[in-house]
Nanobody
Framework: QVQLVESGGGLVQAGGSLRLSCAAS????????MGWFRQAPGKEREFVTS????????YYADSVKGRFTISRDNAKNTVYLQMNSLKPEDTAVYYC??????????????????WGQGTQITVSS
């Protein structure tokens, strides 16, 4: 099995920044398309951003373009999410996910096989 562990969540004021990390176990994790999703109470889990296995292609939800940046360090089996200019609407549990298949933008929950436990991000106004 692949284990994903998120870290870096917490409370931040609007306009502030946070950096999330997702550490992955398993020798083949560096070959996986990786993504970040978020889920607020009463809402469905939604796509935030994803990155191809090579890191050469990235994809973002319109709501976070220009504010969030995804990156990965395959040598460390770690993916990062830099979040700037945070807004109260960004408040949610953020989940790291891994897809061993790839082949597209990977914007759908069903495309991912492995998930972390999530980390809470709360943005105060």
């Amino acid at each position: 099995q692949v284990q994903l562990v998120e870290s870096g969540g917490g409370l931040v004021q609007a306009g502030g920044s946070l950096r999330l990390s997702c550490a992955a176990s398993g020798r083949t994790c560096s070959n996986y398309h990786m993504g970040w999703f978020r889920q607020a109470p009463g809402k469905e889990r939604e796509f935030v951003t994803s990155i191809s296995w090579s890191g050469r292609s990235t994809y973002y939800a319109d709501s976070v373009k220009g504010r969030f940046t995804i990156s990965r360090d395959n040598a460390k089996n770690t993916v990062y999410l830099q979040m700037n200019s945070l807004k109260p609407e960004d408040t949610a549990v953020y989940y790291c996910a891994a897809d061993p298949t790839g082949g597209g933008t990977q914007r759908r929950v069903y495309e991912y096989d492995y998930w972390g436990q999530g980390t809470q991000i709360t943005v105060s106004s």
